[in-house]
């Protein structure tokens, strides 16, 4: 009951992060919401990471780090708070939950990753999924309207990329050192993008006194970028990697329910159509082999 209750408060927080991004772009803008957002989270992770310093197996691998920390943190949360300025947050959160799509086929392009026949089903559906929920106006994608859709693809990419990436690189490398140094890129690029951006005289002047403005970075530095990393990483040890990723399954939902109670945001046939398109490629992309292929792997394994 735990782990099940621990899935449920991630996803909860998870979906209600969009609904933060939300609050947070506007008053402080595009790049002081990536660097709130992870310096919040890093705030949270760091006392973690000093606790169990002694098991860092050394030596750090920095520049993978660093790597991981620009496509797992900085590049696609400001991806994604850029998405938010054209689309509701039930729609970014509907095609983030492409990353295990994505994954799967940035594994085949760039890390030699085999895909069968059931796993590029997973991918053809997950890009109509994406038409359906343009209703079919693939035009839009290639003018203005990349800027919210396309740039919501462009975030999971990066995610896929990084995913690839960790498992390559860090395989060895601890959780919380992942976790706190893809944070301190995070706010390392979003601090940048504030001041190469233009736009540090809008985050100096936001209102850190209103309650939306702080309730936000709590939710999504504190909550949606520190606790919520731990609470994924505990399904992961205490469960497995399979009963954690579920997750992404269940983030779309809550997130609807969030836009719809916080946001006022409508519950479209269209987007409703999408969502269980993704989530059937998605299964079929992440969908464990069964029968005689998993118990010879199991002999393998033992």
Not at 121 to 144: D, H
Not at 225 to 252: C, D, K, M, N, W
Request: some cysteine; hydrophobic content about 55%; charged content about 10%.
């Amino acid at each position: 009951m735990r782990l099940y209750g621990a899935l449920a408060g991630l996803s909860l927080i998870w979906g209600l992060s969009f609904v933060f991004i939300k609050w947070l772009v506007d008053p402080v803008g595009l790049w002081g919401t990536v660097f709130l957002r992870c310096f919040a989270g890093a705030i949270i992770v760091l006392p973690f990471l000093w606790f169990n310093r002694k098991k860092i197996v050394r030596p750090i691998p920095f520049k993978s780090l660093a790597v991981v920390g620009i496509f797992n943190a900085g590049l696609p949360w400001g991806l994604i708070a850029l998405s938010e300025t054209q689309i509701n947050s039930s729609t970014a959160a509907v095609l983030n939950a492409l990353t295990p799509i994505c994954t799967s086929l940035i594994g085949f392009l760039f890390f030699s990753i085999l895909l069968k026949k059931r796993q590029w089903a997973g991918v053809l559906l997950g890009f109509i999924g994406i038409l359906v929920l343009m209703n079919f106006n693939v035009r839009e994608l290639f003018n203005e309207s990349f800027i919210g859709v396309g740039t919501m693809v462009l975030a999971a990419i990066s995610y896929g990329f990084a995913s690839q990436y960790t498992k390559k690189y860090l395989q060895n490398t601890g959780v919380f050192l992942i976790t706190a140094c893809s944070l301190i890129a995070g706010t390392v690029i979003g601090g940048i993008g504030v001041i190469a951006s233009g736009s540090a005289r809008q985050f100096v002047s936001a209102s850190f006194t209103d309650p939306v403005i702080i309730i936000a970075i709590i939710g999504l530095g504190c909550f949606g970028s520190g606790i919520a990393h731990l609470l994924f990483y505990y399904l992961v040890t205490q469960g497995s990697a399979e009963f954690a990723t579920s997750v992404t399954y269940l983030i779309p939902i809550t997130a609807m329910v969030w836009g719809y109670v916080l946001l006022g945001e409508a519950v479209t046939s269209h987007l409703l159509a999408g969502l269980f398109i993704i989530f059937f490629g998605v299964y079929l992309a992440s969908r464990k082999p069964k029968g005689k292929a998993a118990v010879r792997k199991s002999k393998k394994a033992v």
